[in-house]
C-alpha cells in the first residue's frame, strides 16, 4: 500500500469506529482486525501502520469527530508527512481543504469539569499514553523475583508487590510461564485494588462484581486459605474465571447473579463477610489509555446510568458485611461522581458505616479514598476507598 493508500484505509476505519460509539458497537480493536479480514491484499506491515495511525487519530481526539477524514485531518495537523498523503491519488483521500480545520483537546469538552480535582490539565496527556504492560505473578506459586528473570525486559513494578512490567505490545500468551499460570496480566492499578482488600488468612472475601475474575484470582493468589466467592451478572464474563482459576491453581467459588435480584440471591450471605469488593461497573475514564476511543462512547446520560448503579450495588454489598467488616469500593475512572462523590452519598445513606484509610501509600487521597492516575502513579486511573461497617 502506498502512504496515501494506508491513511484512506485509516479514514475508513475511522468511519466505522465514530459509528461503532454512537451505536455501542465493536472496539476499534476488533473493527481494524475485521477491515484486515476482507482486504488480505494488505500485508503485516500495512497492517501495523495503519493501526497505528487509527490509534493515534482517536488518541488525539477528545471529542468524537464527525468522520474519519476529520480525525485524520487532527492527527495531520501535527504531522506534515502526513499531510502530504492528502495527495488525491487513485488509493488516497483527496487534499485538505482550506475550510477544514482541526480540534484537539484530548478530554471531551463536557467531562472536563467532571473529573476529580486532583486531574488537572496538565495531566490529560497521560491519559492517553500507551499503557505498558504489567503482569501480576501468581505469588501463592512463585516469586516476582523468578518471573522478572524469565521475562525479557521485565522489571519489577514501583507500588504492586505482586508486579512486573513489560513495555508496551509485549507479548505473553505464548510464554511457559503464563500457560503455567505463574503470571496473569493485570494492570498495577487493578492488583493494587485487590492489595486495599487486605487479603489474607481464612478470611470470607466476596467479590461482588468479579467479571472475568481478575480481582479475585489476585485474592487467591495473595491469601490461598480464604474463602472467595465471585458473583456477576454476566454470565459470559465470569465463565471465563474458571479456566483462569485452574490454570492458576485457585479456590473460587461463582456464583451468577440475575439483575434485578442480586440481594435476594446473596441473602443467606447476610453479615457473613469480612470483605464485599465491589469492583463497580463504570465509566472506564482511567482506562483510556487501553481504549481511548472510551472517550466517544461516554455521554451525560451513560453516566447518569452508571452512577446510580453504582449506587445500588453499594447498596446491596453492605449487608453482606459481616459487622466490623470492611466494604472496598472500586472504579476504573477519575470522574468524581463515580468516585470521592459516590461514596460520600453511601456514608450519607449508612449512618453506621466510616470511611477507613486505605491499605497502603499509594495514589492521593481523594475525599474519602484514593486516586491512582496515569500521571501520578503511571497506573491506569482508579478510585477506591475502604468503609468499615461498625461493629
Ligand atoms: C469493572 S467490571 C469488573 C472487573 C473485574 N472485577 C476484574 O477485576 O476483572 C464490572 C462488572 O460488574 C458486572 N455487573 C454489572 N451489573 C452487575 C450487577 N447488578 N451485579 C453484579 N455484577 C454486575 C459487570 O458484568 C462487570 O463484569
Redesign the pocket.
Known amino acids: 500500500m502506498t502512504p496515501s493508500a494506508r491513511v484512506q484505509a485509516a479514514i475508513e476505519i475511522l468511519d466505522e469506529v465514530i459509528a461503532s460509539t454512537r451505536n455501542d458497537g465493536p472496539p476499534a480493536d476488533a473493527i481494524v482486525t475485521r477491515y484486515f479480514k476482507a482486504r488480505r491484499y494488505a500485508g503485516s506491515k500495512d497492517r501495523r501502520a495503519v493501526r497505528d495511525l487509527v490509534f493515534r487519530a482517536i488518541r488525539r481526539s477528545g471529542e468524537r469527530p464527525n468522520a474519519g477524514r476529520k480525525a485524520m485531518i487532527g492527527l495531520a495537523s501535527e504531522d506534515a508527512e502526513l499531510t502530504s498523503s492528502f495527495d488525491g491519488s487513485a488509493h488516497g483521500p483527496p487534499p485538505i481543504g482550506d475550510e477544514e480545520g482541526a480540534e484537539g483537546s484530548l478530554v471531551p469538552a463536557w467531562l472536563q469539569s467532571q473529573l476529580s480535582p486532583l486531574v488537572t490539565a496538565d495531566e490529560f496527556p497521560a491519559l492517553l499514553e500507551r499503557a505498558p504492560l504489567d503482569l501480576r505473578v501468581n505469588v501463592a506459586r512463585t516469586t516476582r523475583q523468578a518471573m522478572v528473570e524469565a521475562f525479557e525486559g521485565a522489571e519489577p513494578t514501583a507500588l504492586s508487590p505482586w508486579g512486573i512490567r513489560l513495555p508496551p505490545d509485549s507479548h505473553v500468551d505464548q510464554h511457559a510461564a503464563f500457560a503455567e499460570g505463574l503470571v496473569e496480566v493485570?494492570d498495577e492499578g487493578?492488583q493494587l485494588?485487590?492489595l486495599a482488600c487486605d487479603p489474607q488468612g481464612s478470611t470470607n472475601i466476596l467479590?461482588?462484581?468479579?467479571?472475568?475474575?481478575?480481582?479475585?484470582?489476585?485474592l487467591a493468589a495473595a491469601a490461598p486459605d480464604a474463602h472467595i466467592l465471585a458473583?456477576?451478572?454476566?454470565r459470559a464474563?465470569?465463565s471465563n474465571l474458571e479456566p483462569r482459576a485452574e490454570r492458576a491453581v485457585a479456590r473460587i467459588g461463582i456464583r451468577l447473579?440475575d439483575?434485578?435480584r442480586?440481594a435476594q440471591q446473596l441473602a443467606d450471605l447476610d453479615g457473613q463477610a469480612d470483605v464485599v469488593?465491589v469492583?463497580?461497573?463504570?465509566s472506564?475514564s482511567g482506562t483510556w489509555r487501553r481504549n481511548p476511543e472510551g472517550r466517544w462512547r461516554l455521554t451525560a446520560e451513560r453516566l447518569q446510568r452508571v452512577t446510580k448503579?453504582q449506587a445500588?450495588?453499594l447498596d446491596?454489598a453492605a449487608p453482606l458485611v459481616k459487622p466490623g467488616g470492611t466494604l472496598v469500593y472500586?472504579?476504573?475512572s477519575i470522574i468524581a461522581a463515580e468516585g470521592a462523590d459516590q461514596v460520600a452519598a453511601f456514608l450519607g445513606r449508612h449512618s453506621s458505616w466510616l470511611a477507613q484509610d486505605a491499605l497502603g501509600s499509594f495514589g492521593r487521597k481523594d475525599g474519602d479514598g484514593r486516586l491512582l492516575t496515569p500521571a501520578h502513579d503511571g497506573t491506569d486511573g482508579f478510585f477506591v476507598a475502604r468503609l468499615g461497617r461498625s461493629c
Not at 207 to 218: F, T, V
Not at 279 to 282: I, K, T, V
Open positions: 493485570q487493578s485494588i485487590a467479590d461482588l462484581c468479579a467479571g472475568a475474575g481478575g480481582k479475585s484470582l489476585a458473583c456477576d451478572t454476566n464474563r465470569l447473579l439483575g434485578g442480586e469488593l469492583d463497580a461497573p463504570c472506564g448503579l445500588r450495588l446491596i472500586a472504579v476504573c
